[in-house]
């Protein structure tokens, strides 16, 4: 019998295995500094992966590590300028983060599962998002938290992986999909105020945090607008905003 029996998610390898925190622990920490209710030790809920050390370690080399001084300051509201550089390493750490959490509810033999197994060892050795993506990033009204209701009608293109998720003030929209519809829907523009596009990223600085900010209403017809326009069987934990 072998001494490590399950593979590692990532890499396939027989090695010591470890959590992955999907939503890191330096984020959720963050978070719940904002919070002013509910037990500061559950909120936002911890989602966690298995994988051997070395693809952890990695996965902190290549995303934490540079992100964690960049995206913590944003989940507060507070202003960040963005260099063309830092455009592309928030935008590596939201695909990455956005895809994991996928990973976590599809099945193994789901057949999107393989799928962005290879997107994510990719992000690892280019550090640079594939060609087909959208990453915007947007500010959220956190005080503003009645039901919504969906009043205004979005289209939103066919993708094979998206987030539409909000932690703290940070918000962003990811979608990963054939390149004809991607390049489409980026042409019309934001489908949320203030929306500010990192991937493909401005030559220019961009300035965080926009002027105006998104209501619960407007996130959720973004949502909805992209389980609509996608294929069935994504996992649930997609869903949750922490």
């Known amino acids: ?50 994988m051997c050390t070395n693809c952890n370690s990695s996965l902190g080399r290549a995303f934490e590590n540079d992100c964690s001084e960049l995206l913590k300051p944003m989940l507060h509201g507070s202003q960040v300028i963005l260099s063309r550089r830092q455009q592309i390493q928030i935008s590596c750490w939201i695909i990455k983060t956005s895809l994991l959490v996928n990973l976590a509810g599809l099945d193994k033999s789901h057949a999107d599962h393989s799928l962005a197994i290879s997107i994510v060892q990719k992000l690892i050795a280019e550090r640079i998002p594939p060609s087909q993506t959208l990453v915007r990033i947007f500010m959220r009204d956190i005080y503003e938290e009645d039901a919504p209701e969906l009043v205004r009608s979005i289209i939103a293109p066919p993708t094979a992986f998206h987030s539409v998720t909000t932690i703290g003030y940070l918000g962003w929209e990811m979608a990963i999909g054939p390149t004809g519809p991607i390049l489409e829907y980026q042409s019309r523009g934001s489908q949320l105020p203030g929306c500010i596009e990192v991937w493909p990223p401005r030559e220019r600085e961009v300035s965080w945090p926009p002027s105006s900010s998104a209501s619960t209403a407007d996130v959720e017809n973004l949502r909805t607008a992209y389980f609509a326009a996608s294929k069935p069987g994504y996992a649930t934990p997609v869903r949750h905003r922490w």
Do not use: F, H, N
């Open 1 to 50: 019998m072998t001494k490590y029996p399950e593979p590692c998610l990532l890499c396939g390898e027989r090695r010591r295995l470890s959590d992955e925190d999907i939503v890191p622990t330096w984020a959720r920490k963050s978070v719940v500094r904002l919070a002013s209710y509910g037990p500061r030790d559950q909120w936002p809920r911890r989602i966690k992966m298995r």
